[in-house]
């Protein structure tokens, strides 16, 4: 029982930072009608801002750098990429594959075969709850993800920004003749997904994790299926999906020695099994809206 819990915390934890990055996906996409492929080196680059500046500017101001640098990046894409580009969404989309590249290549030749430390408070300590155990960093991340999202989710609905969001996502047109800037609207769903994910990076790389390397953006990935499964045009969907997949990598690999006969390396694998089951029954995923053609 205790190794169970101790799962489903960290589950928990890990589920929450993937809705972080998950929320960058749906946002990007309810603003340009555009899935961004190249959010996993937009981490990578937020992490690696972080790790390099933290000795400098300490944890806070290596973070904050990392979190503007990130966000102006994703600026800079979208001004040069959507805003400048006539073409249709699919081959931006295409296009964002190419600038994922890009980055990466450039960001793990900077890093080589280095692992950086990105300097946060909690090291490796660990809090003893009974008999359970749990590193700091797993409580951290609950903590600031369900900050984030909440203050995110509130600003969505309250604030002038968030409701020019959703009235571009419900009807771009309309909303451009109500005077809407849809420019103005793309870019800063841009730099808000950048910003989250930079934010997500000081967990993925943060202990129990040696620390940031080159293949940190590969875990970004694990929050694609997140966003997909829960609807990649819904906030609630990216917030159920990313606990969603990160319970279902937690528990599959606690248990992974007696999972055996699937195989080893199932943990890799089980977040697409979820989604590729869930799309099966629920094309649109869980709180995906549902396209209506008239027939």
Same mark, same amino acid.
């Given at each position: ?32 009608? =555009? ?5 996993? @080196? #937009?981490?990578? #680059? ?34 040069? #990429? ?8 699919? =081959?931006?989309?295409?296009?964002? %594959? ?15 075969? @280095?692992? *950086? ?15 359970? !155990?749990?590193?700091? !960093?797993? %409580? ?73 390397? +080159?293949?940190? @953006? ?43 006969? #699937?195989? +080893? ?13 869930? *799309?099966?029954?629920?094309? @649109? ?8 053609? +008239?027939?």
């Amino acid at each position: 029982m205790t190794r169970l819990l101790e799962l489903l915390i960290n589950g928990l934890s890990l589920g929450a930072v993937y809705a972080l990055i998950a929320l960058g996906f749906v946002v990007i996409f309810k603003a340009t009608e =555009v899935v961004n492929f190249a959010h996993a @080196s #937009l981490l990578l #680059l937020g992490g690696y801002v972080t790790a390099t500046l933290h000795d400098d500017l300490g944890f806070v101001g290596g973070l904050a750098a990392g979190i503007v640098v990130a966000a102006a990046v994703g600026a800079l894409v979208e001004f040069v #990429l959507l805003r400048r580009a006539k073409a249709r969404r699919d =081959v931006i989309a295409i296009a964002t %594959i190419g600038i994922d590249i890009v980055l990466t290549a450039e960001l793990s030749r900077r890093l080589g075969t @280095s692992v *950086l430390a990105l300097g946060d408070p909690w090291g490796d300590k660990v809090v003893h709850l009974g008999g359970i !155990t749990i590193a700091q !960093t797993r %409580i951290a991340a609950l903590i600031v993800a369900a900050v984030l999202i909440a203050a995110f989710l509130t600003a969505f609905k309250y604030t002038p920004w968030g409701i020019s969001m959703r009235a571009v996502a419900e009807d771009s047109e309309t909303a451009a003749l109500m005077g809407i800037r849809l420019g103005r609207i793309s870019m800063s769903a841009w730099c808000v997904a950048g910003a989250l994910a930079a934010v997500a990076a000081v967990f993925i790389a943060a202990f129990p994790t040696p620390g940031l390397d +080159r293949t940190t @953006s590969l875990v970004a990935l694990k929050a694609f299926p997140a966003a997909i499964l829960g609807g990649l045009d819904s906030m609630t969907g990216a917030l159920v999906g990313g606990l969603l997949i990160g319970l279902t990598e937690s528990l599959v690999g606690g248990y992974q020695n007696d999972l055996t006969f #699937l195989g +080893r390396g199932l943990t890799d694998v089980a977040p697409y099994a979820v989604m590729i089951v869930i *799309l099966l029954v629920r094309p @649109s995923g869980l709180f995906g809206t549902r396209e209506v053609s +008239r027939v």
